[in-house]
Every structure is written in C-alpha cells, then in structure tokens.
C-alpha cells in the first residue's frame, strides 16, 4: 500500500516539474512517505530525518514533507518538535502535497477513485482502503481509517485501461481485500471479473474471517490468477486470536487453508505471525508452531511485537520478556523454513512458466514469477513484464533457481 501511494505521490510531483534524484543531497524537496506499523519503522524514519536536518542546515535539501501513516498519527506532532519539517500530510489529506508543490489545488485524490500507475508492466490497483477490524496490536484502523470499497465499475475501469496500456499484471490491494463489497456485490465477484480482463492478476492482502471458500477454489480454477495467497494467522492459539480479537479459531484457518491446497495444490502460501504479543505463553506459543508445521507455509513474515501508542495491546499486562521474544522468534522462523525448503525441493526438475519481475543485473539473473507464485531467479535478458520458459535447478528456503530461460514462449 506504502509502495503504491508513493508511485503516487512521485507522479504527482514530476507534474509539477519536479524530477526524481537519488540521493538527498540532490534533491530541493524530501518527502518521506512513512509506516507506522512496528516502532522500527519509526526508527528508520527518526534516522532519515536527522540526516536530513543536517543537510538542511548545509543549505542542500530546502524542504521535507512527512506523509502517510506516521503523519496520521498523533507521534508527528513530537517528530515536528524535534526535527525540521515543512508539512505533514496523514493518510486522508495527501493530496494537500499538490500545493505545497505548486500545483493547482486538488479535490480530494487520494480516495479510491484516484487512477493508479499507468505505463508499467504491473500495476497496483487499490479496491479499498482503510479497515474495520480492532485487531489488539494493529494502528492501521487509527491511521487509515474505517473501510471504503471502491465501486466495482470503477476498479474495472482502471483494469481495462491498465491492460489497454500494456499492463500484463494487476495486483489488488487493500487492507483487507476480501472484506471488500459493493452494492450487493463481493470480492469473488470483483476477482473474476479482473480475471477475465487482466492477464495476470493477484491479490493482498487477506483476512481470514473474510475469506470464502468459493475465491478458494477460483484461485484454482482461473488460470489468469497466480496461485499464491497470503493469509495472515498471526497466532495458532485460540486464547490468543481471542485476545487479538481476531474473529476465528486455528481450526477454522486450518480449515480454509485445506480448501486452498485442494483448489491449488501447486499453489503458494504466506502468513504473517506475531510473536511476544502480551500474554502469551509457551502453550500460546507451542500451538503456533503447531499450525506452522501443519500449513506447512511457503513463506511467513514473522514480527516480534511492537507496542503501538493508542492500540489495546500497548496497555495490556503480561509483556513478554526480550529474550523469549527472540527464542521463539528463531523457532517459528527455523519451523517456516524447514516447511518452505522441503517443498520448494518438490520443483525441482520442473517446466516452469515465468513472469519476468526485475530484468538481469551484471550477473545475468532475472526475477521472476511462477504461475504457483514461486519467486525463481532466472538467466535471461528478457525485459520484465515477459514470459519465459525454464527448468528448476535447485531450491532454497525463498526462492528457486531455474537455468537457461527459453524465451521463445
Ligand atoms: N507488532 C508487531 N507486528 C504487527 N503487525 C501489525 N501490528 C503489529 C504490531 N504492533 C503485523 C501483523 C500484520 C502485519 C502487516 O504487521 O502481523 O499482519
Ligand atoms: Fe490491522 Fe489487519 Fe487487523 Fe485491520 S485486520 S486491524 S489492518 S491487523
């Protein structure tokens, strides 16, 4: 979502006559476009804007504008006391940056009906914004907002211009995209009808309560869809996912998770899990490595937990303590691991199909996408947005190395 709101906010500025340099020192205007997630985010941004009011006081950057979520959090304020920053923009007011650059007011353009990237070979398209959920731990209702579902006419609009650009590959995105309705309809509806237009397409992020058995199983059966889903559990414990108010049970995940690898049996799964949530224990703790081993994921995020100013779990009791944090930390993770090694093994030998993502660096090497949403390094100059053909080699924990791309698929 970050990603996309700066291709966004970069378009919105080269409009202006602004161009895009590399380093600060080059630059007249700095705008950092934050997270507010875990409170490392927040450290990064603290380093940059140090750096930055050194620079300043070199007479070398003139201004420096905070957007996104730290901007709509309550910490800018503090962060403007301390550090030099000429505007702070939160998530709902971004478009504000067009007269700071000199451009002619805006209606409000950071909603959903604003148009997304055009001109790539992939492309973002966001469906809703903002969250209903209270999850325990989380800031994103805080700094996002409630939902807002785009209409669908909309979305397709966007779609089938995307694809009339050249666009070969539509990511939706949302907060929760499966929560997303509109006018009776639901995202399974939405998904298929970018499945008919998009040659291409895949989604994020996903809430488990949300999640219908019938997108399942059309994850399978379309073939423009890349069969990865990511499905954040982030506990395996009942107890747990009651006190995060997740709204499910590990059984029901497990269930749809069972639904998944039927509806796509080659197909990829990612989760992110949270570690050192307050009060968990080492039951909590052992059942998450339960449900590791028993989705047997192809990747996970894991994040140890990061107190959050205003959410429900930064004043609750039972913090867990650094140490065992990070030991379970390493658990899940070498648990995650073994799962994702021992399957990424099975492609090896296999034909793949691949969408190339980032063309080859000096070493030859290409990234790409398989159908089954596996990330393959993979020798071949072909520019990204192409599709090659190629054999697995061999595999690690995160990515698969194919060898000689034929390019003439
Ligand atoms: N601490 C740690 N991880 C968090 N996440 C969200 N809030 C927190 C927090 N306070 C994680 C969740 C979510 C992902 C985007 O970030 O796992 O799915
Ligand atoms: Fe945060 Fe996701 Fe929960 Fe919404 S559903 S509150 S974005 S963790």
New binding site residues.
């Given amino acids: 979502m970050n990603v996309h709101d700066s291709d966004r906010i970069r378009r919105m500025i080269q409009d202006a006559g602004y161009a895009e340099v590399q380093r600060y020192e080059d630059a007249d205007l700095v705008i950092l476009n934050t997270c507010y ?3 490392n985010a927040v450290d990064r941004v603290k380093g940059h804007l140090g750096e930055l009011n050194r620079l300043r006081r070199e007479g070398r950057v003139k201004r420096v504008a905070l957007t996104g979520c730290i901007g709509a959090a309550e910490e800018s304020a503090a962060l403007r006391r301390t550090y030099d920053i000429d505007l702070v923009l939160g998530t709902h007011n971004t478009y504000e940056l067009a007269e700071f650059v000199g451009l002619p007011t805006m209606q409000e353009t950071y909603t959903p009906e604003l148009p997304g990237t055009e001109g790539g070979h992939n492309a973002f398209v966001t469906i809703m914004t903002g969250c209903n959920y209270q ?1 325990s ?4 209702p805080t700094v996002r907002g409630r939902m807002v579902c785009r209409p669908m006419g909309s979305v397709i609009g966007e779609v089938e211009n995307l694809v009339a650009g050249g666009t070969g590959y539509v990511t939706l995105l949302g907060q929760t995209v499966d929560a997303w309705r509109h006018e009776g309809k639901r995202f399974c509806d939405l998904l298929e009808a970018v499945s008919e237009i998009a040659p291409r397409v895949w989604f994020t ?1 996903s809430h488990p309560s949300n999640m219908e058995d019938r997108t399942l199983k059309a994850i399978g059966e379309r073939n423009t869809i890349v069969k990865r889903l990511h499905l ?1 559990v ?1 506990s395996g414990s009942d107890r747990m996912l009651k006190v995060m108010h997740r709204g499910y049970k590990a059984e029901r995940y497990r269930r749809k998770i069972e639904v998944f690898r039927e509806a796509a049996p080659d197909g990829t799964l990612s989760t ?3 570690v050192g ?1 307050p009060g968990e224990t080492e039951e909590d703790h052992e059942q998450t490595l339960r449900l590791v081993e028993d989705c047997a994921f192809d990747s996970a ?1 894991i ?6 100013r205003g ?1 429900e ?2 004043t609750l009791p039972g913090t867990v303590p650094d140490a065992v944090v990070q030991r379970r930390f390493l658990e899940v993770l070498r648990q995650v691991e073994q799962n994702a090694f021992t399957r990424n093994q099975r492609k090896v030998g296999g034909e793949e199909q691949i969408y190339i993502r980032h063309g080859s660096t000096e070493d030859g090497k290409a990234i790409g996408e398989t159908w089954s949403g596996h990330a393959v390094h993979v020798n071949t100059d072909a520019a990204p947005g192409n599709y090659v053909r190629a054999r697995i080699e061999s595999a690690g924990p995160h990515v698969l190395y194919a060898g000689e791309a034929d390019t003439s698929v």
């Fill in positions: 997630v875990r409170e999850c731990y989380c800031i994103v992020t954040p982030q992110d899990i949270i949530h995020y994040f140890k937990f990061s107190p959050r959410t779990a930064a």
